[in-house]
């Protein structure tokens, strides 16, 4: 055989097996590409265990730990559930598994900072020789989603509570406060009045008690922390790093020491313009808001908006009753006077007046006549004067 064929043989031979290897590689990398750019995490475990074998490097992004992490640890999905969730979330895990049914299902595990990241997690039953042996994955993160939906929950039974006015306005705050620490764990959210150009604590549930009672009473201006300033300029005041931002530098003494780091502070304005609160967001850490807490804090305001107002409303109904019926009370007396507390120094005058003209007296007795005249004179002069005063108390 012509050796420059066989060479062309070979040549072609090694040129078809380098193109099947780099098919063969070129897919490989395809799908590890595919699977580490899924908008989620991928994963894969032990059927029996729930051992990891498998994670994308997106659990880092989303949750704040890496591959090797979730792998090497046996318990670490179940020790990273929310405690509120954990024993549901991992029930209806060996529920479906038991029964061999795919299944999705949404629970909220805890970030490697600490914060609640809310998962939709979709498995599937992978079976080897039609026996079930591995589960396979994506959990994403739908946290955006699920905070929004319990904030719109939480929003319409604040407003609820608020508009049977079964509750004070405290209570009523402080629910809304404690509703969304709930959501977002790290916050510690705090509404602070403005009366006479100073700040007084509303509703602060979780803000240090000595923390409060210093900022109670110190007055608005420029420069006068979070809330004073955010009051004074009628703006939203973003302190991200409480000791170095200028307008902590006076009062970053009084935070500091609660270990209160940050401080996002919102003005809250009446239908005047006028303020009439802040709505403020204190976290143990440096922090600057990313957009979803930026829009948090404006759904907030607008609800705290709607409660402020509502009740400075239903403030001026009642006390407009109250006078009300206070000047009917004052009248209901006045009438009572002219027909019965006059009636008594009148009919004494009148007998005295007739005992004077119709009979005859002494001296002496017609001195004590005059002085039983004069007294009655003096005691319906004052009830008359008593009526005249309580009728310039009203509104007649």
Request: charged fraction near 25%; glycine fraction near 4%; charge should be negative.
């Given at each position: 055989?012509?050796l420059?064929?066989?060479?062309?043989?070979?040549d072609?031979?090694?040129?078809?097996?380098?193109?099947?290897?780099?098919?063969?590689?070129?897919?490989?990398?395809?799908?590890?590409?595919?699977?580490?750019?899924?908008d989620?995490?991928?994963?894969?475990?032990?059927?029996?265990?729930?051992?990891?074998?498998?994670?994308?490097?997106?659990?880092?992004?989303?949750?704040?730990?890496?591959?090797?992490?979730?792998?090497?640890?046996?318990?670490?999905?179940?020790?990273?559930?929310?405690?509120?969730?954990r024993?549901?979330?991992?029930?209806?895990?060996?529920r479906?598994?038991r029964?061999?049914?795919?299944?999705?299902?949404?629970?909220?595990?805890i970030?490697?900072?600490?914060?609640i990241?809310?998962?939709?997690d979709?498995?599937?039953?992978?079976?080897t020789?039609?026996?079930?042996t591995?589960?396979?994955?994506?959990?994403?993160?739908?946290?955006?989603?699920?905070?929004?939906?319990?904030?719109?929950?939480?929003?319409?039974?604040?407003?609820?509570?608020?508009?049977?006015?079964?509750?004070?306005?405290?209570?009523?705050?402080?629910?809304?406060?404690?509703?969304?620490?709930?959501?977002?764990?790290?916050?510690?959210?705090?509404?602070?009045?403005?009366?006479?150009?100073k700040?007084?604590?509303?509703?602060?549930?979780?803000l240090?008690?000595?923390?409060?009672?210093?900022?109670?009473?110190?007055?608005?201006g420029?420069?006068?922390?979070?809330?004073?300033?955010?009051?004074?300029?009628?703006?939203?005041?973003?302190?991200?790093?409480?000791?170095?931002?200028?307008?902590?530098?006076?009062?970053?003494?009084?935070?500091?020491?609660?270990?209160?780091?940050?401080?996002?502070?919102?003005?809250?304005?009446?239908?005047?313009?006028?303020?009439?609160?802040?709505?403020?967001?204190?976290?143990?850490?440096?922090?600057?808001?990313?957009?979803?807490?930026?829009?948090?804090?404006?759904?907030?305001?607008?609800?705290?908006?709607?409660?402020?107002?509502?009740?400075?409303?239903?403030?001026?109904?009642?006390?407009?009753?109250?006078?009300?019926?206070?000047?009917?009370?004052?009248?209901?007396?006045?009438?009572?006077?002219?027909?019965?507390?006059?009636?008594?120094?009148?009919?004494?005058l009148?007998?005295?007046?007739?005992?004077?003209?119709?009979?005859?007296?002494?001296?002496?007795?017609?001195?004590?006549?005059?002085?039983?005249?004069?007294?009655?004179?003096?005691?319906?002069?004052?009830?008359?004067?008593?009526?005249?005063?309580?009728?310039?108390?009203?509104?007649?």
């Open positions: 055989m012509d420059s064929l066989v060479n062309g043989l070979v072609e031979k090694l040129r078809k097996d380098a193109q099947a290897n780099a098919r063969s590689g070129s897919w490989e990398d395809r799908f590890e590409s595919l699977v580490q750019t899924v989620g995490i991928v994963w894969e475990a032990d059927i029996a265990t729930l051992e990891f074998s498998f994670v994308s490097d997106q659990a880092v992004r989303i949750l704040g730990f890496s591959p090797e992490e979730w792998v090497k640890s046996k318990n670490f999905w179940q020790e990273h559930i929310h405690p509120d969730d024993e549901l979330a991992i029930g209806y895990c060996h479906n598994i029964d061999g049914k795919n299944h999705i299902f949404d629970y909220r595990m970030s490697a900072t600490g914060d990241v809310w998962l939709k979709i498995v599937s039953i992978i079976k020789n039609g026996v079930p591995l589960l396979r994955g994506v959990m994403v993160d739908v946290t955006e989603n699920k905070r929004f939906e319990i904030l719109e929950q939480l929003e319409k039974k604040i407003l609820a509570l608020n508009s049977d006015g079964e509750r004070s306005l405290q209570q009523v705050l402080s629910e809304y406060l404690l509703g969304i620490e709930q959501i977002y764990p790290r916050m510690k959210c705090s509404i602070v009045g403005v009366v006479d150009n700040l007084t604590n509303w509703s602060s549930p979780s240090p008690a000595a923390y409060i009672s210093s900022i109670n009473g110190l007055e608005i420029y420069e006068c922390g979070s809330c004073g300033t955010a009051a004074y300029l009628k703006e939203k005041v973003i302190a991200s790093d409480i000791e170095h931002d200028p307008v902590w530098t006076k009062y970053k003494h009084l935070a500091l020491p609660h270990h209160l780091l940050s401080c996002w502070s919102h003005p809250i304005l009446d239908s005047d313009g006028n303020v009439t609160a802040t709505f403020a967001i204190y976290y143990d850490h440096i922090k600057t808001p990313n957009e979803d807490e930026l829009n948090v804090i404006d759904r907030a305001v607008a609800i705290l908006t709607v409660i402020l107002e509502n009740r400075k409303n239903s403030e001026i109904i009642i006390s407009n009753m109250l006078r009300q019926k206070e000047e009917e009370r004052k009248l209901r007396e006045i009438a009572f006077m002219q027909s019965h507390v006059v009636r008594a120094p009148l009919a004494r009148m007998g005295i007046v007739d005992l004077i003209k119709n009979y005859e007296h002494s001296d002496i007795e017609k001195n004590e006549l005059l002085d039983h005249l004069l007294m009655s004179a003096k005691e319906l002069d004052n009830v008359i004067r008593d009526i005249a005063r309580k009728t310039g108390e009203t509104n007649i």
